[in-house]
C-alpha cells in the first residue's frame, strides 16, 4: 500500500523487478495473479486513457519530440495555456536554459533533443510531468553521468515535483533514497525490506549491501 503524498523508493539490483512495478502501473501488461488499485479501484476496471491521464512518467531516457521546446512541455496536457508551461518550466529549473536558445522557447529541438545535454532534457521532462499535475508521479531516475551541476538542478526539480504527491521512483541517487518516506527493496520480483534508509542501512540486509556497492554520496 502507498498512502496518499507517500514518496516510496524501489530498491534493487538489475532485475529485481523494478519495472515491472511501473510496467504494471501503466498497464503495459496486467498481473497473471492479484490485481492493482489506484484510489480503491482496480486498475483493469479503468480505460487506459482514464489510467494514464491520472499518472506522470519521468523516464529514465527522457523522451524529447522532434518540436519547439515549448510544445515539448505542453505535451503533458495539451490545453495548457502559455503562462501554465512557463511556470511549469520554471518549476523545473528549465526556465533559464531554455530562455538562453537562440529561439527560446521556440527553439526546435531536434530529434530525441540532440541540441540538449542530459540534465536539460531531463529537466523538459520534469516540467512535462508537473504541467499535466497528476496524482502520481513515477519517476525512474536517470543513470548516466551527469556533471555536478545538472546533478544539483535535476535534484532540485525532482523535488519540486515530488513535493505533496504520491509518488514512486526507481532510485539510484542516494539524496533520493534518503529523502523518501520509505524504501522498498525488491529481489526476484518480491519485497524482501522496507522501511527508511538509515534503518534498513542499521539492519545490515540486502539494501545496505546495494547501498555500500551502489549509492556514492
Known amino acids: 500500500n502507498v498512502a ?6 524501489l530498491v534493487g539490483s538489475s532485475g529485481a523487478g523494478k519495472s515491472t512495478v511501473f510496467q504494471l502501473l501503466l498497464r503495459y501488461y496486467d498481473p497473471q495473479s492479484g ?5 480503491g479501484a482496480p ?20 523522451v524529447i519530440f522532434s518540436s519547439s ?7 503533458g496536457r495539451p490545453d495548457a495555456s502559455d503562462d501554465e508551461v512557463y511556470a511549469a518550466a520554471r518549476a523545473a529549473f528549465a526556465h533559464d536554459f531554455l530562455s538562453a536558445l537562440p529561439e527560446g ?3 526546435f529541438l531536434g530529434e530525441r533533443g540532440v541540441r540538449l545535454s542530459g540534465g536539460q532534457r ?24 551527469l556533471d555536478a551541476e545538472s546533478e544539483r538542478m535535476v535534484q532540485a526539480a525532482l523535488e519540486t ?18 529523502k523518501a518516506d520509505r524504501i522498498v527493496v525488491l529481489d526476484h520480483g518480491g ?27
Open 69 to 75: 521546446a515549448f510544445e515539448n512541455i505542453r505535451y
Open 122 to 145: 531531463q529537466r523538459i521532462a520534469i516540467a512535462r510531468a508537473m504541467l499535466k499535475n497528476p496524482p502520481l508521479l513515477l519517476l525512474d531516475e536517470a543513470t548516466s553521468a
Open 105 to 107: 522557447y521556440d527553439t
Open 191 to 217: 519485497i524482501v525490506e522496507q522501511g527508511t534508509h538509515a534503518a534498513l542501512v542499521a539492519q545490515g540486509g540486502v539494501y545496505a549491501r546495494l547501498a555500500a556497492l551502489q549509492f556514492t554520496a
Open 161 to 178: 515535483a515530488m513535493e505533496g504527491r504520491t509518488t514512486l521512483v526507481i532510485a539510484h541517487r542516494l539524496a533520493t533514497v534518503q
Open 35 to 39: 490485481r492493482l488499485l489506484l484510489d
Open 43 to 62: 486498475l483493469a476496471s479503468l480505460s487506459l486513457e482514464a489510467l494514464r491521464n491520472r499518472i506522470g512518467l519521468v523516464p529514465q531516457d527522457a
Open 4 to 9: 496518499p503524498g507517500e514518496t516510496v523508493a
